[in-house]
């Protein structure tokens, strides 16, 4: 039960993360996707500056959550996709400053070329190593084991970078471009310019299906997901509640209701990361001998987790209204930095 | 380099990367809202000027401290996963609280920088404030696990398995107070006089000075309580080392032989082969006092331990002499302040003494470093002192190597990138035409 909570609470912060750094590294992949639009560039920096970092505190929850209460995954995660985290790293600090030194340099147009280069190539590295490290934990691993040990590129390399990386490295992009350009959406007011967007949106949503379906196609070809999960009814609804989404996007993109939009975004993006966690559960790390790395396995003795469940609650009655305070003060054009 | 040192020193970079930045994350805000609150009241411009200098330069250093700070949280598991497979149950709580304060640090700060003319001034004011609270939160709770490290408590190890965990008494660990208070006093004293001496500077080059006089005259009495206050904290901690980690001690203090009236080293070159020192100066019996409290007690040497425990000696000796030496200096430094003040001396018509300040600048956070590089590899042999050894939590993932060059690289270049922006940036807004 208390292994369960503390799941949840991980489910949580990285669903808050998927859909607010999500949006927020899809701001990147948009910004590239607007050349010859400075106007709507800018108003697109806008938007994200004062809440950029407050977005990427969730990634912080989620790491936080897997160390305490699932250490054993933790570990196994950032050994066996050492390299995929360590580049979603550098995206995570070149994105960043790189943001921010464009807004605060008093001289940046000699520099606004680099500045805006490396902000968003760090966008769509990061969320390209978030698809190779879920193609990762697909996998299955081969052991350490000291007398026949696998090779270098067998158990560092090959299980996340393979095509289905490659499509999952897509399909994130795809998806949180998707995201970003939902929200930003909204945040318009100019016809013309909402045009434009919805195009991008439409983009974004395509590139999203065709990488997702070709995802589903590795994962279905390399038997990387069972049968039995694929039929079972959470799989059925979340597939019902992804593509049913895409009708309320319609009408919410044709009836100008960007709140609507947005929670079918959302509604979209959740279905999708329960689909995911509902084929990975109960193991979080698989193995080629079959002796998976479950949940349970994973977890932190109970006092742990019955502290870091209190701990979680707490936070999240503090943080959650002065997160609505701060997306409340800039929800809206006129309200911008 | 071998695996373990290559680890070893991407960490140690990182860390000592980051530390600059979260230093200046906790002081900057209080700095910028005691302006702000002067404003308030005064209806100042120049407050109102300063406080806005100061919130856009920090916004920069905030931004690559909170993305340094991130990468860190990972990194403790790609390069010692091990260690945070046991350690993660056990002092998790503080790192739990740690993320929280980070979490409200980020939303005050979004708060305070783009809420200029959106939230009413003291709601704002609150904002700027709550950003430093959360800030000293979040050093004072990442601290406790670093004490942790140093004195663990709250399990007990079982054929190295961690058992009868207790995670409130490994969070209140006997190393975590004195360790924190420490380290914040010394990131006032290191964010401070960097700040003096920049102001200085600005001052001598003679653009804008009342904005500048007003800037000091806010910076010199933070500066001068914490440095004041230090070595006494310093005194404290040594003598709490004393009792807990006695090899560390000895590494400090170069001390190699157990004996009573231990001499206190000032300077000297150990030889960690031979046991001897060379260049030093031996004061008898104060080692043993400021241990002890006691000249005639006696100080455990490092011989007294097997040589695979004893940790490394000739770094922490030296870093221990350097943050004592600078802390000393800045002690000096607060005395011609405050003689300043008590004979009504305008040192800041005095270009010598501000020169002094931009020759200076560094010496707080050079010191700051070093009491970390005490810490840490005094420690060693061991992660967790006398649980786990370094060498038994490193990860196996080869290549290492590419890794440090890279943090290397990027750090390197973000912190020119970051500093320069800065210079910049004080360059614009301590202009006089500079509206705010």
């Known amino acids: ?337 | 380099m071998d695996h373990l040192t290559t680890a070893r020193m991407l960490m140690a970079f990182s860390l000592g990367f980051h530390i600059i930045f979260a230093s200046i994350s906790m002081v900057m805000p209080f700095l910028m809202a005691w302006a702000y609150h002067r404003y308030l009241k005064t209806g100042d411009e120049l407050d109102m000027k300063l406080c806005k200098a100061w919130m856009k330069g920090s916004a920069i250093l905030f931004a690559t401290g909170a993305v340094s700070g991130t990468t860190l949280s990972f990194q403790l598991g790609l390069l010692w996963p091990t260690f945070m497979e046991h350690a993660g149950p056990i002092f998790g709580m503080p790192f739990s609280l740690e993320g929280a304060a980070f979490f409200l640090e980020a939303i005050f700060l979004g708060l305070f920088l783009y809420g200029w003319g959106r939230l009413k001034p003291k709601t704002h004011l609150l904002c700027g404030i709550m950003v430093g609270v959360c800030g000293l939160a979040s050093g004072i709770l990442v601290v406790a696990a670093n004490g942790w490290m140093n004195a663990p408590t709250g399990f007990d190890w079982v054929n190295g398995q961690a058992e009868n965990i207790h995670p409130w008494k490994a969070m209140f660990n006997p190393a975590w107070p004195m360790q924190a208070i420490h380290m914040l006093v010394a990131a006032f004293q290191a964010t401070t006089m960097a700040a003096i001496g920049l102001h200085a500077f600005g001052l001598l080059k003679g653009h804008n000075a009342p904005f500048h006089r007003r800037a000091l005259l806010y910076l010199a009495p933070v500066f001068v309580g914490a440095s004041l206050i230090q070595p006494m904290m310093g005194d404290l901690s040594a003598k709490a080392v004393a009792h807990r980690q006695p090899e560390k001690l000895a590494a400090m203090e170069a001390h190699f032989e157990t004996e009573a009236w231990a001499p206190l080293l000032i300077g000297g070159i150990p030889n960690e082969e031979t046991g001897e020192v060379s260049f030093g100066i031996k004061i008898p019996g104060g080692l043993s006092f400021l241990a002890f409290g006691n000249p005639s007690k006696e100080v455990t040497g490092l011989n007294a331990f097997p040589e695979e425990e004893r940790p490394p000696v000739l770094i922490p000796h030296l870093a221990f002499q350097t943050m004592v030496g600078l802390g000393m200096l800045m002690v000096l430094l607060s005395g011609f302040w405050i003689w300043s003040a008590w004979k009504k001396v305008d040192l800041l018509e005095n270009r010598r003494w501000l020169w002094t300040q931009v020759a200076l600048f560094p010496i707080g956070f050079i010191a700051l470093e070093a009491g970390w590089i005490v810490t840490e590899v005094g420690r060693q042999p061991w992660i967790i002192y006398r649980v786990m050894r370094t060498a038994d939590a490193v990860t196996p993932v080869p290549g290492l190597g590419w890794s440090l060059l890279m943090i290397v690289l990027l750090y390197s270049t973000l912190g020119f990138i970051s500093f320069s922006l800065l210079w910049k940036l004080f360059q614009k807004e301590s202009h006089p035409e500079t509206t705010s």
């Open chain 1, 1 to 337: 039960m208390i292994v369960t909570s503390t799941f949840i609470f991980l489910v949580v912060a990285l669903a808050a993360y998927v859909l607010f750094g999500g949006a927020d590294f899809g701001g990147g992949l948009l910004e590239a996707s607007l050349p010859g639009k400075p106007e709507l560039q800018k108003k697109l920096q806008h938007t994200l500056a004062p809440v950029w970092e407050a977005n990427h505190v969730w990634l912080i929850a989620v790491v936080v959550i897997l160390f305490v209460g699932f250490p054993k995954a933790y570990a196994g995660i950032s050994t066996l996709l050492f390299f995929p985290v360590s580049l979603g790293l550098l995206g995570i600090i070149l994105r960043g400053s790189f943001f921010t030194f464009r807004k605060y340099d008093p001289d940046p147009q000699p520099r606004m070329g680099l500045y805006s280069l490396l902000f968003r190539v760090s966008s769509a590295l990061t969320p390209s190593c978030f698809g190779f490290i879920i193609a990762g934990l697909l996998h299955e691993f081969p052991r350490l084991d000291p007398e026949m040990p696998p090779s270098f590129p067998e158990l560092y390399l090959l299980p996340w970078f393979n095509p289905m990386g490659l499509f999952c490295a897509i399909f994130i992009n795809a998806l949180f471009g998707y995201l970003a350009s939902v929200f930003f959406w909204g945040e318009l007011d100019s016809v013309e310019e909402k045009d434009l967007i919805r195009k991008r949106i439409l983009l974004f949503f395509l590139a999203s299906f065709v990488s997702g379906a070709l995802v589903l196609l590795c994962g279905w070809l390399g038997h990387l997901v069972s049968a039995e999960r694929v039929r079972s009814l959470v799989q059925l609804e979340v597939q019902v509640l992804a593509f049913g989404g895409i009708i309320w996007m319609y009408l919410a993109l044709r009836n100008g209701k960007r709140w609507q939009a947005r929670f079918a975004a959302g509604m979209q993006t959740l279905a999708i990361l329960v689909g995911w966690v509902n084929v990975m559960v109960p193991n979080v790390l698989r193995y080629q001998d079959g002796m998976h790395l479950s949940l349970q396995d994973a977890a932190s003795p109970r006092i742990t987790l019955i502290w870091l469940n209190i701990g979680l609650c707490i936070v999240l009655s503090l943080v959650l209204p002065l997160l609505i305070l701060l997306y409340r003060v800039f929800n809206h054009p006129t309200n911008q930095a």
